[in-house]
Antibody
Framework: QVQLVQSGAEVKKPGASVKVSCKASGYTFTGYYMHWVRQAPGQGLEWMGRINPNSGGTNYAQKFQGRVTMTRDTSISTAYMELSRLRSDDTAVYYC??????????????????WGKGTTVTVSS | AIQLTQSPSSLSASVGDRVTITCRASQGISSALAWYQQKPGKAPKLLIYDASSLESGVPSRFSGSGSGTDFTLTISSLQPEDFATYYCQQFNSYPLQLTFGGGTKVEIK
């Protein structure tokens, strides 16, 4: 079955970096983009960016440009999201999610069909 | 940048009720909209994609409609397991941006 397994919870100090992993199984890892989405406590969902596991190409949300790095290791079907210069407002649950893209005659549509369970990152001094 | 505005932000309903949630886009997005359900402490779950296509395994009481700027998610007969928060989502290629609505929390009346 298709599955995304994320790494465990992290506690970091302000100014540090965190690297979260997302191991894919049950499908061809390089065939689907991977998104990263975060959710602060009691808040909504926020898109951080995506990676093309085949090429390694990335697209980041403007808010995170310069602070986020998404990478992958195709040999172990794992995607990574590293966030640097952590602040207290980076405390959140971080999710990876597999992209699905569809097309009609007139437009493309994109959605996320499989999600990891989330990784809690706490930033506290 | 395209914004998605959901309404209401919360609602109270009873089991068996028909529930409708609205998502409005700040500019036309064809039918390129998805809906997710999220329960406390859990990851979001895909319900609907391409505005009205039901994801495999999702109960048929869920339906989506709309195109352009106005979209709705309808639950035809609310069940106990449907109490959750619902989000709409769009992805724009130019400029590249993925956006979620602010969420609608469906609570028990």
């Amino acid at each position: 079955q298709v599955q995304l397994v994320q790494s465990g919870a992290e506690v970091k100090k302000p100014g540090a970096s965190v690297k979260v992993s997302c191991k894919a199984s049950g499908y061809t890892f390089t065939g689907y983009y991977m998104h990263w989405v975060r959710q602060a406590p009691g808040q909504g969902l926020e898109w951080m960016g995506r990676i093309n596991p085949n090429s390694g190409g990335t697209n980041y949300a403007q808010k995170f440009q310069g602070r986020v790095t998404m990478t992958r290791d195709t040999s172990i079907s794992t995607a990574y999201m590293e966030l640097s210069r952590l602040r207290s407002d980076d405390t959140a649950v971080y999710y990876c999610a597999r992209d699905q893209t569809g097309t009609t005659d007139y437009y493309y549509y994109y959605y996320m069909d499989v999600w990891g369970k989330g990784t809690t990152v706490t930033v506290s001094s | 940048a395209i914004q998605l505005t959901q309404s209401p932000s919360s609602l109270s309903a009873s089991v068996g009720d028909r529930v409708t949630i609205t998502c409005r886009a700040s500019q036309g997005i064809s039918s390129a909209l998805a809906w997710y359900q999220q329960k406390p402490g859990k990851a979001p779950k895909l319900l609907i994609y391409d505005a009205s296509s039901l994801e495999s395994g999702v109960p048929s009481r869920f339906s989506g409609s709309g195109s352009g700027t106005d979209f709705t998610l309808t639950i035809s007969s609310l069940q106990p397991e449907d109490f959750a928060t619902y989000y709409c989502q769009q992805f724009n290629s130019y400029p590249l941006q993925l956006t979620f609505g602010g969420g609608t929390k469906v609570e028990i009346k």
